[in-house]
């Protein structure tokens, strides 16, 4: 059976501090897959996400969501077509709860008992999120904060997840907690997009995997194949 194609980029090019970042980039993600898009520092990976997300201009290409062009459109917009991004470094309301963090992830819905659920969830998912409810969230450490940053996004109910660079700047412990947490929810059906710097968890939990150096996609395939091609592994492994 033939998956839909839920997210389609055609020819993007984004152009970033005077400098091309992205070269005219090609990739979709199908409904109810997980695709990691892999690259070292630098290789255009965020100014692609936030791109698709309408932070930053097209300079050409365009962007299909649900089979229409989103091209110009703001993040506000797309989170109400259900389109979410957990941005790096996690982007929490510093100033505001838990709690208060987490209702904002919902405040376009108006179904009161099925938020109260969600939040439930959110707290079943992150324990640690529950046990700090009413704590102000730039309190947290930066594990928690990403912890928070998602369920926040999940909150949305989203039908595409967009996660990028999840793990970066956390502990062992808390990476495991991250990944762990990204296959539960891919478990479940959520369709996912994420960008990572740790290219072998991300090809170990992905369907399909894109490689970008220097603004350009350079290989694509499946994940588990990926993982294990020698060029993917001396590039991005350290072997």
């Not at 097209?58 to 389109?83: C, F, H, M, N, T």
């Not at 505001?96 to 919902?106: D, R, V």
């Amino acid at each position: 059976m033939t998956q839909n194609v839920l997210l389609k980029i055609k020819g993007l090019k984004v152009s970033y501090g005077g400098i091309q970042a992205v070269k005219g980039v090609d990739f979709e993600v199908r409904e109810g897959e997980l695709v990691s898009l892999i690259g070292s520092n630098g290789a255009g990976k965020t100014t692609t996400m936030k791109a698709i997300t309408g932070t930053l201009p097209l300079a050409a290409g365009d962007i299909e969501y649900l089979g229409k062009s989103i091209r110009g459109q703001g993040p506000w917009d797309l989170v109400k077509q259900g389109l979410v991004m957990v941005p790096e470094g996690r982007g929490v309301f510093t100033r505001m709860t838990i709690i208060e963090n987490l209702q904002m992830g919902a405040y376009l819905r108006n179904d009161k008992d099925g938020i109260a659920a969600d939040m439930e969830r959110m707290f079943t998912t992150f324990p640690r999120l529950k046990e700090r409810a009413h704590q102000l969230a730039g309190t947290m450490s930066g594990g928690e904060q990403q912890m928070l940053a998602m369920g926040r996004a999940l909150m949305s109910r989203p039908k595409v997840l967009l996660l990028d660079e999840p793990s970066m700047g956390l502990s062992p412990i808390m990476v495991d907690k991250i990944f762990e947490v990204v296959k539960d929810v891919y478990s479940q059906g959520m369709t996912l997009l994420l960008v990572e710097q740790n290219a072998s968890r991300a090809l170990a939990i992905a369907n399909r995997g894109y490689v970008m150096e220097s603004g350009i996609i350079t290989m694509t395939g499946n994940a588990q194949e990926m993982l294990h091609d020698p060029k993917v592994r001396a590039a991005y492994l350290g072997e």
